[in-house]
Structure formats: C-alpha cells, structure tokens
C-alpha cells in the first residue's frame, strides 16, 4: 500500500474498521507521520463522544414514581378452573372481584396523567436515541470513506477544528475541539464556500464546546467551508467576519 493511501485510513483506524493487515501497516506508518497521529487522535476523541451521544437519561424522579404508584397497585392472580367467575352475582368472592374492578378503575383514572407522561418521556428518549444514532452512522460513513480527506486549523485560544469531506459521499464533518462558548443570543454557524458565495451548512451546539457536526446539504463543488458567529436561529447570509476559514483538500 502506498504512502498517499495510508494517508487516507486514519478516520478507519479511528473506528477500529481497518482488517488487521492494513491495521499493522498503518500502525507503522504513524510512528513516523505525525500528521496523521494528530488526525488519528482527534477522530478517536470525537468517536468517544458520539458512543456518549447515543445514551439517554431519564428524569431523576421517574424511577421513584414508578416504585411508588407500582407499590399502590395490587396484581390480581391469574384465574384457575375452580375459581369462582369475575362479576358473579353469587358470593362474595364474585362481590369483590366487582369491587376490585371498581378500584382498578378508579387507580387507572388517577394515574393516567402519570401513565402519559412516562410514555411521552420513553418516546422522546427513542426518537432522540434513533436521531443520534442515525447521525452517528452518518458521520462515520463520512469518516471511512476510502476518498475522505482532512484538513485542521488552529482556531484560535487553544481551540482546534478538523474538516473531513468525502466526494463520494458527498458528504463533509466538522470536528471541534475546545471551542469557546458563543456570546449570549449567539450561535456558531457553517458555510460551504461555493467559489467565494456563501452556503449555510447548519449550525453548531452552542453548549457543547467539543462537537461533531454533519454539514447540511450536499458538499458539492464547494471548495471550502467556513465558521461565522450569527444570532441564534442563523441567518442567510454571514453578519460577521468568519471565525476561520478552512479549504477541502483534494482527494
């Protein structure tokens, strides 16, 4: 395998994808490539937090509710042969299995509020699981595509961004790493750069300040890419002078 193509497996060795003959050969080569022993360290970190980015917490006090209304709710046993049939107008046994189907009612009606919520917070915890699963899938797609091709830039106190872009993809991944916080109402927001025009390629989150972002749209002829600070929401067009400007390299 060629140096030029080694240079191209470092988002694959990130993720642990290489088969093992290409994995020892690209072991070798990073003892004496720095550049990609930096990328290689940089992919590896972001790959860490976006296994983090696929958990999903519950609120505190759903366990102790659950407990809570479980342990006022009583399970009737399941019926056998000789048991007298629920709602029989003869004995007691059949009064009480009425009454304790009264009771059943009257607990659902109390806790059906409780009941919607919990399933309302399983649902969002699903779909925002299933969101950032598929982004992650996304994002890696992108990372160890045999054409990608990085390029990082010093973006200022302490803070360092790496662009991965895959042409047969289409796709390109912005990485950050120790970003500062955006102003209050401010948010960091993307740009392809279409031959000196300016495309909106999403915005970043402006609590996290290590991040993995997956541009919008289709990198297409776009040479570049580009980081401005925009009020919240993002605009059309960039209102500030760029936080960096970053050009893709060639395949």
């Known amino acids: 395998m060629s140096t030029a193509e080694l240079h191209t497996l470092t988002g694959a060795y990130a993720l642990h994808a290489l088969p093992e003959d290409e994995r020892v050969e690209f072991e070798r080569h990073l003892g004496a490539c720095e ?3 930096q990328e290689v360290r940089e992919l590896s970190a972001t790959a860490a937090r976006l296994g983090l980015a696929v958990s999903a917490t519950p609120p ?3 366990r102790e ?3 809570r209304e479980i342990s006022t709710v009583r399970q009737d046993p399941p019926p056998h042969a000789g048991s007298p049939r629920a709602g029989s107008p003869s004995g007691r046994a059949g009064r ?3 009454y304790a189907l009264a009771a059943c009612v ?3 009606a109390a806790f059906g509020g409780v009941a919607v919520w919990q399933n ?3 649902q969002d915890a699903r779909q925002e699981t299933d969101r950032a699963q598929r982004h992650n899938e996304q994002v890696a797609r992108v990372l160890t595509a045999p054409d990608a091709t990085t390029t990082a830039a010093d973006l200022g106190n302490g803070a360092r961004g790496t662009v991965v872009v895959s042409k047969s993809v289409n796709r390109a991944v912005f990485l950050a790493s120790d970003m500062a916080p955006p102003p209050g109402g401010k948010v960091y927001q993307l740009w ?3 031959a000196g025009g300016m495309r909106s390629a999403g915005l970043m989150n402006p609590s996290a300040t290590d991040d993995a972002v997956l541009l919008d749209g289709p990198v297409d002829r ?3 890419m580009g980081i401005t600070v925009e009020p919240t929401g993002g605009s059309d067009q960039p209102t500030s002078a760029p936080v960096a400007l970053m050009e893709f390299r060639d395949a």
């Open 35 to 37: 550049a990609c022993a």
């Open 60 to 62: 505190p006090a759903l």
């Open 65 to 67: 509710r659950v407990l």
């Open 96 to 98: 009480w299995s009425t």
């Open 106 to 108: 009257a607990a659902a």
């Open 120 to 122: 309302q917070v399983a």
């Open 192 to 194: 392809f750069d279409d």
């Open 222 to 224: 776009a040479s570049g």
